[in-house]
Structure formats: C-alpha cells, structure tokens
C-alpha cells in the first residue's frame, strides 16, 4: 500500500513490538494512527523471547490472551551450572501465584507477538506501510512535518504527535539531537535459534552454564526440541568474521561441557550489546519509545516488556489529548513516570550482567563458591521469591511519586500509583467469580467503591457519572460479603469503613481515599489529571 502525503493525528515510526502496541492501544480508544517501517515486513527472526506477566494482563486487557498462553510455554525454572556441573535448581511453577492471572515467566518468541499485534491492526483496518523509511522532522508548537522515502517517491506528511518506536539507531531520537548516553560491553555474543538433539536438556528448564572461558545461556522454545542459545565469544576471535555456528559450536561444547548436536540450525547471529539511555523520552510534539528510548542486556527478559509497556503508558495519555477528553499536561507525565523505571532496569541489568561476564579472579570464587548457596538460601525464602516474581515479572512497578496520582488513604501496603493488585472478585449479582483487573477490560478509568452504600448514594454516585463523564469512567461496586473479604483485607477495610478508588486505563490506581467523596473525586480528576467534563472515550 503506497503512503500519500496526508494530515494525521499520529504518525509512529517503526512497527516493532512497541510501535504496533502503541498502535493497538491507539485504536482501542478509537484512533487511527499512520505506523510506518523502513523494513519490507514483520520480522521472521525470534529475537525477544520472554513475555512477562505484566504484558500479559495487558494482552488479557485487549482480548488477545488466549492465542498467546496457547502458542507459547512456560519456562519451569532455572539451572545453573559451574563448568558443566549443576551448581543450582530453582523452580519458578507458579511462583507469582495469586499475585497475578500469570504467575510465570511465558516463552513467546517477538516474532509471534509481532504477527498477532499485526493481525490485531488488520481487524481494526490499520495498514502498516513497509519500506517507508523516515528523513527528516520539522517541528513546530502545533505539529511535525517528516519526509518520507516510500519507493523511488519522498512524501511530505505533517501529524499532531510522532511516535519513535525505530529502534535502538532511532531516526527520530538522532533528528530531534536527544543524547543517546551509556556504553557498549566489551564482549562480541552470540545468538542462535537452533533444534537440537540433547536429551539431556530437560525443555522446560531455562539452563545457564558459566565457566572460566565464557557463559552460555539455553532457553527452551515452544517447539519440540527448539532452543534459544546465547553467549560471548572468546576473544580471539575477529568481530569482522563472517562467523557460522559450527565454528561456534567447540567453545559451547567446553562451556558447557557437553557435546551440543544441531539438527537444524534457524537462525544465527553476531552482535555487540550496549546499555544506553535517553536524555528525555520526549521533544515538543515527539516521544520516544522502546529500545529508541533505552536498551540494556538481555538479563531477566525485560527489553521488549519494558517497550511494550512505554507504549501503554503513553497511549491512553495520548488518546485522551487527541480526543479532547485530558488537558495536553498530561503528557509530561509519561517521561516522569517510564524514565525512572528505564533507569533502574538500566542499572539493574548492567549489575547483573557484568558479575556473569567478569573473569576476575575473585568474582569467579564467588560465583563458584558464594553463589550456589546464596541462590539457595534466597529461593528458601518466599517474601524473596515474591520480591524476585514482582521484578521480573514487572507488576511490582510502581508510580505512586507521580504528580496524576492521588493518595489520600490510610492504607500502608496498596497506594495510589501501585498496580491495580489482581484478586478474584465474587459477583454477588451475577453469582460468579471475577476479578478486579476484569473489571478494566473496557478503555477508559474504573471507579470502583468498596464498602457498603445505601441506595440513593449509588443513585447519587451514578448521576454524577452520567452527567460530567458519561462514557469516560466505568463504574463498580463491591459490598463487604463473606466472600469478598479478601478484597477488603488487601486494602485493609475494616468493617463499616469504605474506599473509593479511580483506576487509570493502564490500571494503575490513580486515586484513593478512605471516604467517598464528590468533591473530592471532581478535584482529582479535573485538577490532577486534566479530565474534561462532558465527554467520552
């Protein structure tokens, strides 16, 4: 499909991961985006291969789900091993149980989430423009003109807001002269896509082997017998070489310490790992996201959760400035909330990272002696496991220091700026079990009052709704039950007490208090967030 020059509200520039999440999430709220790439199509290599719990309540959010859970595995734990010997065993089953609808880490190659973020663009009739490669951006206070190179023609194409979602050499960053900080690792690694024939390998267990000579790392795929094989390569040999991974293949053997058998090789790479970061996530009428705005080693599996969820972030702010429905302040707030998050996972990773790679003498004592037994001990513990599960996980990600947040309750343990926590809700109307986060499925707040009302406050609480924000806020009501305690321990209710909260559309809570209040419910919304009265979503 051939792109001409036209007006838009957003344009998004690169369709990876984060740019189709970004997309998706557009549409949802009834926007039709222009989303371009300068390659000829989705990309058929596995790359990303993690899918944490927290894109997954994302996915739950949008419909999409169940194609996920059924085309993909669970990674059942994690071995490590010390010169082919196994120093540690740790299960990671139902490790964030009751935490989330998702407690475990899911095995989803990008390239899946690629095509089923795609398929969800094809059902709601927005094209993406292959081979349209970006050149140039003039901004203005009110918009942005680009230059488009789409075959042998340049378009000129002006939008409200430019999306970069371009990747890691982000035209957009690099035009908009945002500094790109950080650095490179020393060590040229390896990537391999391959089927083997090692029974030995268990198929379910993420495998890591580190010795003197390197670390390599094994993570089962979906696939019978497939996996996922990353490392460093020693250092005598040449970057520049045309490398093929039977010549890799002898330093995986002595890492390992076994004899790794190739039955088909998929795909095989070479490539440098840096860790950098924006200075800013946005310019005037541009934001960056994804690995155009940070990137980092693959520990943990974050890279493209962390993407896919600045896409989220951004999307409903965004959506709701484009619609008239939020004052443009709003958008500041996506930087103040997502750069700190980038930051930590920056340096957490890089941690992380460099004690695995380091040869020192006495980093290789502790991982030989020390390690083996603090994993252990560690795993020993569930507050740590927990603690373990909400950072990898991402659900532990918190924005309860942004300024669209309001926390007036007494509550210590779930504050405003937290994730909405996920509790199974019994319906006493309908007689079945649901869950809070069920009740965000819609685009939009949730409002949701906990504690017993009488009749014509509802009634009251419903008028208001209907008349200031009519299709802007789904609303829900829990009355203390038997049943239901559960919900009013975790936000510590005490009986005859209430609790009123606002759930951002990327559910977040964005507002809590101890009394249900009009006035004060009006003021948040209105002066915290910048919601306009009288409209809808």
Same mark, same amino acid.
Request: proline letters at 3%; hydrophobic letters at 45%.
């Given at each position: 499909m051939q792109l001409t020059a036209q007006h838009t509200k957003v344009l998004i520039a690169g369709a990876g991961p984060s740019g189709l999440?970004?997309?998706?999430?557009?549409l949802r709220y009834g926007i039709q985006p222009v989303i371009i790439d300068s390659k000829q199509g989705p990309t058929t290599q596995s790359k990303a291969l993690a899918v944490q719990a927290r894109s997954l309540e994302i996915y739950r959010q949008m419909g999409v789900i169940d194609t996920i859970i059924n085309g993909g595995k669970e990674a059942e734990g994690v071995i490590f091993n010390e010169d082919g010997k196994k120093m540690a065993s740790l299960s990671l089953s139902d490790i964030g149980k009751g935490q989330t609808l998702f407690p475990f880490i899911h095995l989803y190659q990008q390239s899946k989430n690629e095509r089923l973020l795609l398929d969800f663009l094809t059902q709601n009739c927005c094209p993406v &423009?292959? *081979?349209?490669?970006? $050149?140039?951006?003039?901004?203005?206070?009110?918009?942005? *003109?680009?230059?488009?190179?789409?075959?042998?023609?340049?378009?000129?194409?002006?939008c409200d807001w430019l999306i970069g979602a371009d990747g890691a050499h982000s035209t957009v960053r690099k035009q908009m002269q945002i500094p790109f900080n950080g650095d490179t690792y020393p060590h040229e690694f390896y990537l391999a896509d391959v089927e083997l024939d090692n029974?030995?390998? @268990?198929?379910?267990?993420?495998? $890591? &082997?580190?010795?003197? @000579?390197?670390?390599?790392?094994?993570f089962p795929m979906p696939e019978k017998n497939c996996y996922r094989i990353i490392g460093n390569l020693p250092a005598a040999y040449d970057p520049k070489d045309d490398l093929h991974m039977e010549e890799v293949l002898p330093d995986i053997?002595?890492?390992?310490?076994?004899?790794?058998?190739?039955?088909?090789?998929?795909?095989?790479t070479?490539?440098? $790992?840096?860790?950098?970061? +924006?200075?800013?996530?946005?310019?005037?009428?541009?934001?960056?996201?994804?690995?155009? +705005?940070?990137?980092h080693s693959p520990v943990g599996g974050q890279g493209m959760n962390t993407g896919l969820q600045d896409a989220y972030n951004l999307a409903w702010k965004l959506a709701g400035v484009v619609n008239n429905q939020l004052h443009e302040p709003i958008l500041d707030s996506y930087s103040a909330e997502r750069m700190p998050v980038a930051k930590t996972l920056l340096n957490t990773t890089d941690k992380i990272f460099k004690i695995i790679l380091s040869q020192n003498w006495?980093?290789? $004592?502790?991982?030989?002696?020390v390690m083996p037994g603090l994993l252990k001990f560690v795993w020993s513990k569930a507050f740590l496991r927990e603690f373990f599960f909400k950072t990898v996980s991402q659900i532990g990600i918190s924005y309860r220091d942004s300024k669209i947040n309001l926390h007036l309750s007494h509550?210590?343990?779930?504050?405003?700026?937290?994730?909405?926590?996920?509790?199974?809700?019994?319906? *006493?109307?309908k007689q079945e079990e649901t869950d809070l986060h069920e009740w965000c499925s819609k685009p939009g707040f949730t409002f949701i009052v906990l504690g017993n009302l009488k009749e014509i406050d509802l009634f009251t609480l419903a008028k208001?709704? @209907?008349?200031? &924000?009519? +299709?802007?806020?789904?609303?829900? &009501?829990?009355?203390?039950?038997?049943?239901?305690?559960?919900?009013?321990?975790?936000? *510590?209710?005490?009986?005859g007490q209430k609790k009123a909260l606002i759930v951002r559309p990327d559910m977040h809570i964005g507002f809590m208090n101890d009394v249900v209040d009009i006035d004060m419910m009006d003021n948040y919304l209105q002066n915290v967030v910048g919601l306009k009265k009288e409209t809808a979503f």
């Open positions: 999440m970004m997309a998706a999430q557009l &423009y292959w *081979e349209t490669t970006l $050149l140039n951006i003039k901004q203005t206070a009110k918009q942005a *003109e680009v230059q488009l190179q789409t075959g042998q023609e340049t378009v000129t194409l002006t029974p030995g390998l @268990s198929g379910s267990m993420v495998e $890591l &082997y580190l010795s003197k @000579s390197g670390f390599a790392g094994f053997n002595l890492v390992t310490g076994m004899t790794i058998k190739v039955v088909h090789n998929n795909w095989f070479t490539y440098r $790992l840096h860790h950098r970061m +924006a200075d800013n996530f946005r310019l005037q009428r541009c934001f960056l996201v994804g690995d155009a +705005a940070h990137i006495l980093t290789g $004592l502790f991982k030989r002696w509550t210590t343990k779930i504050k405003a700026g937290d994730r909405l926590p996920y509790i199974v809700v019994f319906d *006493e109307k208001w709704l @209907s008349q200031n &924000y009519p +299709a802007t806020i789904n609303f829900f &009501y829990l009355p203390l039950s038997a049943k239901n305690k559960a919900v009013f321990d975790a936000f *510590e209710i005490k009986e």
